[in-house]
């Protein structure tokens, strides 16, 4: 006791937060094919599910899935603006208008110029990028468009899929064309779809089911305007279909119909835009499920239901939109493969579907269906301030070279990770028993954070001299 006290001299701690367990904390939602991001209205960023390629982005290097809302980046990192999640990688914005992926990139779907996988936030393009405003990850692909309204990809393109001319990938963002006019963007497994400012529908990718929606069922490469119509104002590329909305309020579908997801009552393809109904703000289409929020707050769903993924208390295929439940206060939708989310106008969290991986972050994992929304509840994550329990040490700060940390044994066998002054996860490594040195002589001079333990244990702010 008297040894601890003695390192307590040395510490150099001023960062501390504690967040309340509020259910009503959520403000941006998105699923991937079996994970779960979620932003709160702190501004931090959440994630659970599968965890096989690092797209939850906790930098643990474990891999292990989280059935439970986890918190992901820097101590610091409160400024989470928009997430999108792709097939088994995630990308996001900060507000301050800087753009960071993680999880698969065997094809280049992070943007970083590699095809290694990235287990924690890194972030994407030179450090005077800091002007994208809209993001969508598909299946391996990711589109962007920037505050100028140019667009932007990268990753796989053996369909066209990322509208450049060719089928080459591409392992770093992209500008497609020279049109600064783009407003509204959606990926889709390997098609794309978008907007311009003057309300027109554009798509380019693959086109087997007619995706596309151009009548035809070959391949674009790039971005080719559907019909004349020029009041367009919501886009959803799922699988192998998309659905969007106009001006009106209007819902049309098209491409693939593989278990009436484009919800007209037939498994039919539609080749081009096929009206579906009225009165539609939302659209969420999926791989083989489709979520929608009428205008006036109503949830309706349709499609494949063999995990209960429409949240209609059963296991069967709905082949025209339905209305689940009779609350009319939802605000946001997104699906995954077999699992779906969603946000009230109340900020609380739901989620229903397949749970295998642990994506509807109940704190539940395996087979088995949950038919109706279940709300997740807000995550208490806390930090301690100024080692208050006198379970964990660390010396000396600042240092030179490398900082001893003493733990209890409640620490051992998770992991310890590093991030500099910006949020970017520089080091990782594995606590041992009672005593772990972390070195830091090849990093540059500064003030880093150092996390313990898999879940915000502790965080400590330290100093590199």
């Not at 405003?133 to 899929?161: C, F, R, Y």
């Not at 596309?212 to 971005?223: A, M, Q």
């Not at 939109?321 to 969603?342: F, K």
């Not at 041992?432 to 879940?455: A, H, K």
Request: charged fraction near 15%.
């Amino acid at each position: 006791m008297i040894f601890k006290q003695k390192i307590l001299s040395y510490f150099f701690l001023s960062l501390a937060f504690s967040i309340n367990a509020n259910a009503q904390c959520w403000s941006a939602i998105s699923a991937g094919d079996v994970h779960s991001v979620a932003i709160k209205t702190d501004g931090t960023l959440w994630a659970w599910g599968h965890n096989g390629q690092g797209q939850l982005g906790n930098g643990d290097g474990s891999a292990a899935n989280k059935n439970t809302p986890i918190r992901i980046g820097a101590l610091a990192d409160n400024n989470w603006s928009k997430i999108s999640a792709g097939e088994a990688h995630t990308v996001a914005l900060k507000t301050d208008g800087t753009l960071w992926a993680w999880g698969y990139n065997s094809q280049g779907q992070l943007g970083d110029g590699s095809a290694a996988n990235k287990n924690a936030p890194i972030r994407i393009g030179a450090l005077a990028d800091s002007n994208w405003s809209k993001i969508s990850a598909g299946g391996a692909h990711t589109v962007a468009i920037k505050t100028d309204g140019t667009l932007w990809a990268w990753g796989d393109n053996d369909d066209g899929e990322l509208g450049t001319g060719t089928t080459n990938n591409e392992n770093t963002p992209t500008q497609i064309g020279t049109d600064s006019t783009w407003s509204e963007i959606s990926a889709g497994g390997t098609h794309t779809v978008a907007i311009k400012t003057d309300g027109t529908l554009w798509a380019w990718g693959h086109n087997y089911y007619a995706q596309l929606g151009n009548g035809s069922s070959k391949n674009e490469n790039t971005p080719t305007k559907i019909g004349a119509d020029s009041n367009w104002s919501t886009i959803s590329a799922g699988k192998y279909y998309t659905m969007a909305i106009k001006t009106d309020g209007t819902l049309w579908a098209w491409g693939s119909n593989n278990r009436y997801v484009l919800g007209d009552g037939t498994t039919a393809d539609r080749r081009r835009p096929k009206l579906i109904g009225s009165n539609y703000s939302s659209i969420s289409a999926g791989s083989d499920h489709t979520l929608a929020i009428r205008t006036e707050g109503a949830l309706s769903a349709w499609g494949y239901n063999y995990s209960g993924q429409l949240g209609n208390r059963t296991t069967l295929d709905i082949s025209t939109p339905t209305q689940i439940g009779n609350d009319l206060s939802w605000s946001a939708i997104d699906n995954g493969q077999r699992h779906s989310i969603a946000l009230k106008t109340d900020g609380t969290l739901w989620a229903w579907g397949g749970n295998l991986h642990g994506q509807l972050g109940n704190g539940k994992s395996g087979l088995g269906a949950n038919t109706i929304p279940i709300q997740i509840t807000c995550p208490n994550a806390k930090v301690q301030e100024n080692n208050l329990d006198n379970s964990v040490s660390i010396y000396p700060n600042p240092t030179k070279s490398q900082f001893t940390v003493i733990t209890d044994a409640k620490l051992s066998g998770t992991f310890y990770n590093v991030y500099d002054n910006i949020g970017r996860l520089v080091l990782t490594g594995k606590i041992n028993i009672e005593i772990t040195e972390i070195e830091l002589r090849n990093l540059s001079s500064g003030t880093y954070l150092i996390r313990l333990g898999d879940n915000l244990i502790q965080t400590f702010k330290v100093i590199k001299e």
